[in-house]
């Protein structure tokens, strides 16, 4: 495993959609993170999706770089880690991006299809349920290494779905605070948090 393909998913994860599309406005609301959440509570619905996408399509392209060299399981799985730590600590932005949960999902749409379709339901369950995208995507994330063990077993895989899931709990430290104090952002209703 060399270092040049993991710093090519670094720098296709670093790609700041939420701010090439949401503007500069998306880094004053809520989290003030780079994510498709954010451009949503800005009240753009349609670019919301396109930057979700985009985000996803992000992780896919990490992994299909690796697949494309004949990368081992081992620096493929890396490749998609670097992905998901270079959408959350993008070089050009100070290393303040989003959350990873949308390039997680796209690294693992090819890492792991199942793992990643279980714990999509999980986060749309969750979601659905509690109206808060940060509990789904806690819930979804947080599943996800089990599920990965469950249905793929590949150690490589599973590492960086443990590391995700760490990196993914770490970012949403500030949605934890808000839904503990009662102020966190809830599909339907407005507010300022």
Known sequence: MTAMPILVGYLLGSIPFALLLG?????????????????LRVGRTSI????????VCKGCA?????SGISADATTTAAVGGGAIVGHVYPVWLRFRGGKGVATTFGVFTLLSPL?????????GVAVWTTRYISVGSLLGVVTLPGLVYLTNGEVPAMVTAVGAAVLVVFRHRSNLGRLQAG????LGRRANC
Do not use: I, P
């Not at 919301?48 to 985000?55: E, R």
């Not at 990490?62 to 690796?66: D, E, G, I, N, S």
């Not at 793992?115 to 986060?123: D, H, R, S, T, Y």
């Open 115 to 123: 793992a990643a379709a279980l714990a999509a339901g999980v986060f």
């Open 183 to 186: 102020t966190e952002y809830q």
């Open 48 to 55: 919301a999706l396109t930057v979700l996408g985009l985000d």
């Open 23 to 39: 503007g500069a406005e998306v880094r004053r609301v809520g989290s003030g993170n780079l994510g498709a959440a954010n451009v």
């Open 62 to 66: 990490a992994v299909l770089f690796a």
